[in-house]
């Protein structure tokens, strides 16, 4: 059974900082690509930051700069490290797990981010 668990989440003032962790079972854990997406109320889901088996990183632009991304390969965790949090950063964060050459990807169940003073 395959799980992803995300943690970390919780209320912070404007220019703070959170960091998530995905913990990740009953995959094997090298061989996915994983991401953090985000979903505010009445919007889509959108991509925050993605990571490779390798370490090659990619942010989505309103993060770059403030957001680093991170994995441990022998943990089974990735990480993301959220730095001068902005309101605009409210939303619910999804942990991901996708390997495209297979068509399968996998998602946690999110966990809230709030950003308000």
């Known amino acids: 059974q395959v799980q992803l668990a995300e943690s970390g989440g919780g209320l912070v003032q404007p220019g703070g900082s959170l960091k998530l962790s995905c913990t990740v079972s009953?995959?094997?854990?090298?061989?996915?690509?994983m991401g953090w997406y985000r979903q505010a109320p009445g919007k889509q889901r959108e991509f925050v930051a993605g990571?490779?088996?390798?370490?090659?990183?990619n942010y989505a632009d309103s993060v770059q700069e403030r957001f680093t991304i991170s994995r441990d390969n022998a943990k089974n965790t990735v990480s993301l490290q959220m730095n001068n949090l902005k309101p605009e950063d409210t939303s619910v964060y999804y942990c991901n797990a996708d390997r495209a050459s297979i068509g399968t990807s996998h998602w946690g169940q999110g966990t809230q981010v709030t950003v308000s003073s």
């Open positions: 009953g995959i094997y854990f090298r061989w996915y690509y």
């Open positions: 990571i490779s088996s390798g370490g090659v990183t």
